[in-house]
T-cell receptor, first 111, second 116 residues
Framework: DAKTTQPTSMDCAEGRAANLPCNHS???????VYWYRQIHSQGPQYIIH???NNETNEMASLIITEDRKSSTLILPHATLRDTAVYYC????????????FGKGTKLSVIP | GAVVSQHPSRVICKSGTSVKIECRSL??????MFWYRQFPKQSLMLMAT?????????EQGVEKDKFLINHASLTLSTLTVTSAHPEDSSFYIC????????????FGQGTRLTVV
């Protein structure tokens, strides 16, 4: 699976949009971009995933660049409960579907 | 979304004893489940892939005789930490996929193991 690069940490004001970037310049054509988050001392929570089109669900939006070498997760109105470590993962989703976690981005939502 | 339940959420055991952790998919069948370990301030590390009805596949450096995995049904996988030592103290997390292709994985709430 392709490697991803994320900033170590970010701050966001409560109520504002949180934009979390991810670089995955070595992504291959059959690999998806997945986003998970982990709130302290809990298991990771699925947020969203996509292949090449932008995606939106009730939690977030995923914007993937046309060359697919980077993406941005957008939390439209961040709340204090969105404070977590956010992981961007690239995986083909085929076979046994292993997910390889990097260090992620620690997002702190500030009142 | 789909629910994966992990039990117990916390366990303290004495050094040398064994501990079993259960991972259940509550509303879907999972032919494959995954076990991760997470040390403080570190990311999740995949330990093994659990396949229903067959032997688990362990990642390099993970002792299969120490971390016994059983996936006896499509909704249950267990991880047994045998002869636990303080260095095995960690946060253990399981996950499972609800479907095929690129469908997302769902994670249990994790088990905090402390070996004293």
């Amino acid at each position: 699976d392709a490697k991803t690069t994320q900033p170590t940490s970010m701050d966001c004001a409560e109520g504002r949009a949180a934009n979390l970037p991810c670089n995955h310049s070595t992504i291959s054509g059959n690999e998806y971009v997945y986003w998970y988050r982990q709130i302290h001392s809990q298991g990771p929570q699925y947020i969203i995933h996509g292949l090449k089109n932008n995606e939106t669900n009730e939690m977030a939006s995923l914007i993937i660049t046309e060359d697919r070498k980077s993406s941005t997760l957008i939390l439209p109105h961040a709340t204090l409960r969105d404070t977590a470590v956010y992981y961007c993962i690239v995986s083909s989703g085929a076979g046994s579907y292993q997910l390889t976690f990097g260090k992620g981005t620690k997002l702190s939502v500030i009142p | 979304g789909a629910v994966v339940s992990q039990h117990p959420s916390r366990v303290i055991c004495k050094s040398g004893t064994s501990v079993k952790i259960e991972c259940r998919s509550l509303d879907f069948q999972a032919t494959t489940m995954f076990w991760y370990r997470q040390f403080p301030k570190q990311s999740l590390m995949l330990m093994a892939t659990s396949n229903e009805g067959s032997k688990a596949t362990y990642e390099q450096g993970v002792e299969k005789d120490k971390f016994l995995i059983n996936h006896a049904s499509l909704t249950l996988s267990t991880l047994t930490v045998t002869s636990a030592h303080p260095e095995d103290s960690s946060f253990y997390i399981c996950s499972a996929r609800a479907g095929t292709g690129e469908s997302e994985a769902f994670f249990g709430q994790g088990t905090r193991l402390t070996v004293v």
